[in-house]
């Protein structure tokens, strides 16, 4: 069964204080993994799609990496603006484009 | 671009009425649209995947009776929440794939909070 893990649920950094967010996932052959970023009583927001292992994605204080069992969000000094759910998601290359969800990791960024 | 419309963002209705969410991808056709539910602190629940022009395929212990999904247009899915009681009270989103690009990932709405009373 095709599964996505995310640790830790929640993360309290202050401004400036890099970290990482890891995301574990099976999947019966990945189509691609996806990070979204999510505020409250929003829709998520698409972030980055990862295809392969050892591809990396950046975007501002964001970076995306992938390997064959995991994926990681580095926030590199990061704002009180970076506050928010950030989600990740696989999508298996059987099954249509299906994409399941991990419970997400909630950042919390304080000045 | 790639900017999908929800509407409504909110909706309060009487326990036993129906109530319709409407989903538009408003800059691109979207050859495939999924519906998913929301709880407080949880992740995003798949619901059902609707194709154009096609019946959608909902999970396991979705009920398809009572969450209708109709996928009319490229551009437009709506998602009918029948005879509804408090606990069909949730987060719905909806998200839409863009035809023929080759991309993998979706767009998301902005989400209808339902309660229902």
């Known amino acids: 069964e095709d599964q996505v893990t995310q640790s830790p649920e929640a993360l309290r950094l202050q401004e400036g204080e890099s970290s990482s967010l890891n995301c574990s996932y099976t999947?019966?052959?990945?189509?691609?993994l996806f990070w979204y970023r999510q505020d409250p009583g929003k829709g998520p927001e698409f972030l980055f799609t990862?295809?392969?292992a050892g591809e990396e994605k950046e975007k501002e204080r964001l970076k995306a990496t992938l390997t064959k069992k995991e994926s990681f969000l580095h926030i590199t000094a990061p704002k009180p603006e970076d506050s928010a759910t950030y989600l990740c998601?696989?999508?298996?290359?059987?099954?249509?484009?299906?994409?399941?969800f991990g419970a997400g990791t909630r950042l919390f960024v304080k000045a | 671009g790639a900017v999908v419309s929800q509407h409504p963002s909110r909706v309060i209705c009487k326990s036993g009425t129906s109530v319709k969410i409407e989903c538009r991808s408003l800059?691109?056709?979207?050859?495939?649209m999924f519906w998913y539910r929301q709880f407080p602190k949880k992740s995003l629940m798949l619901m059902a995947t609707?194709?154009?022009?096609?019946?959608?395929?909902?999970e396991q212990g979705v009920e398809k009776d009572k969450f209708l999904i109709n996928h009319a247009s490229l551009t437009l899915s709506t998602l009918t929440v029948t005879s509804a009681h408090p606990e069909d009270s949730s987060f719905y989103i909806c998200?839409?794939?863009?035809?023929?690009?080759?991309?993998?990932?979706?767009?998301f709405g902005q989400g209808t909070r339902l309660t229902v009373v």
């Open positions: 998200s839409a794939r863009e035809r023929g690009r080759g991309r993998t990932e979706a767009f």
């Open positions: 609707s194709n154009e022009g096609s019946k959608a395929t909902y």
């Open positions: 990862l295809y392969s």
């Open positions: 999947v019966s052959g990945l189509r691609g």
């Open positions: 998601a696989v999508q298996a290359n059987t099954g249509g484009f299906k994409t399941i």
């Open positions: 800059d691109f056709q979207a050859t495939t």
